[in-house]
Structures are given as structure tokens and as C-alpha cells.
């Protein structure tokens, strides 16, 4: 099985770039067209990140998730904080490194 990190490390954010939880501030969704690990192309939302260079390929666990914090309208989901962290999954008979949102509303920056 390929190393994920070959399609997604220049754009996209991996477990790899995540040194635990990260909060971030969504500031844009939008849909991208990527090349899966198989070399199929599939459509999926990107969410990119106030003062963050690479956005988050989103699969369905993390796009549900972020919905039912936020709606299913992807606009309404800007200026919104997740929680981002490294954990693992499995993708057939292999655990691989994954990132996933945590399934709670952050607190506002700067509350205790």
C-alpha cells in the first residue's frame, strides 16, 4: 500500500503535521478534486484554516461531524472553530495515521 503522505503532504493536512489537538478557525470551504490513494480522481471539501498554509481533505466522518456541529451548509461552517487531532483508523487489513475533529464545540478563544 502506498505512503498517503506522497498525495496529500504539499496541500493538505496529514496526522503528520499534528502534534495533538490543534483548534482552528475554518476560514474557507471549498470543493477540490483529488487523486485517492488508488489513483482514482474523487470530489471532495477541503476546509482551509486561519494562519494555516495547508487545509483539511475532509471524508465523511470528519464532514459529518463538522455538519452536525454546524449545518450542512458548508458557508455557515466559516469563521467556526474545530479541533483537529492525530489518531489512527483502519483502511483495510492496515491502521494508518488519520486526522479526525473532535465531535465538540471548542471554547471561545481566551475562555477558561
Do not use: H, Q
Request: net charge positive; proline share 7%.
Amino acid at each position: 500500500m502506498p505512503d498517503y503522505r506522497t498525495f496529500f503532504d504539499r496541500d493538505y493536512i496529514g496526522a503528520w503535521d499534528l502534534p495533538g489537538d490543534v483548534t482552528v478557525t475554518i476560514s474557507k470551504v471549498e470543493g477540490r478534486e483529488l487523486i485517492s490513494a488508488g489513483g482514482r480522481k474523487t470530489r471532495k471539501p477541503v476546509v482551509w484554516f486561519e494562519g494555516k498554509e495547508k487545509g483539511l481533505a475532509l471524508n465523511k466522518t470528519n464532514s459529518k461531524i463538522i455538519a452536525t456541529l454546524y449545518g450542512n451548509d458548508t458557508a455557515g461552517w466559516v469563521g467556526k472553530r474545530v479541533t483537529l487531532y492525530p489518531t489512527k483508523t483502519s483502511m483495510g487489513p492496515e491502521t494508518v495515521d488519520c486526522v479526525r475533529v473532535r465531535p465538540t464545540v471548542p471554547p471561545e478563544k481566551g475562555a477558561k
